[in-house]
């Protein structure tokens, strides 16, 4: 699979991570069965998405995968770790011990289920600023690759990127609003 191929499915599974991480953080504090269900369902997609990126190193879809071939120095797997920990704020072995966290989450409650065990979630803000720093690194690379070779396919990439806001809390507000609209739509169906 070509570089211009994984990026679709990268951006796909970054973008859902992230919004899963604002519609976990809008389920908190509200009363109910229902709301702690939805909220353990999307705390649960978004560290099976985590995983699927920044998981397992083998996996296609693990960023470094991505950036193996590259010999462009910002873009080495390690010095795109590195940017990734620098957003997070986490030195390599704070990293460590959240990876295992995630990947405990996942492997305890996502994708087995261990007996009599709750779900613990790791610091899922953590899964989304670090999906937030890879876009922006996709998107520095996309003009990297655009400039290098013009009519390659990256000028759509560089063209999607600057069209997203790419600062810390993307897709909040659209998250928002769509949490709103949803949450009043069930209430009006409710009703009505």
């Not at 570089?3 to 599974?13: C, G, M």
């Not at 995968?65 to 072995?93: C, D, I, T, W, Y």
């Not at 690379?141 to 069209?163: D, H, I, L, Q, T």
């Amino acid at each position: 699979m070509s570089q211009l191929e994984k990026i679709n499915t990268l951006e796909h599974v970054l973008v859902r991570l992230i919004k899963g991480e604002h519609y976990f953080e809008l389920c908190t504090g509200h009363a109910g069965g229902f709301w702690p269900v939805v909220q353990n369902a999307v705390g649960e997609a978004v560290c099976l998405y985590w995983c699927h990126l920044f998981g397992n190193r083998k996996d296609d879809l693990h960023f470094s995968q991505f950036f193996k071939e590259s010999s462009e120095n910002g873009f080495l797997p390690a010095h795109v770790k590195q940017r990734m920990l620098s957003a997070m704020n986490l030195s390599e072995p704070e990293y460590k011990e959240f990876w295992n966290q995630v990947k405990d989450c996942r492997d305890k409650f996502v994708s087995h289920k261990e007996h009599r065990a709750s779900v613990i979630f790791p610091r899922i803000d953590l899964c989304r600023i670090q999906a937030e720093e890879l876009r922006r690194i996709l998107s520095d690379y996309s003009k990297m690759e655009s400039v290098a070779g013009p009519g390659s396919g990256w000028e759509f990439w560089v063209e999607y990127y600057s069209n997203q806001w790419l600062k810390s809390g993307q897709f909040s507000s659209e998250c928002e609003q769509e949490f709103s609209r949803g949450v009043i739509n069930v209430a009006n169906g409710l009703i009505g």
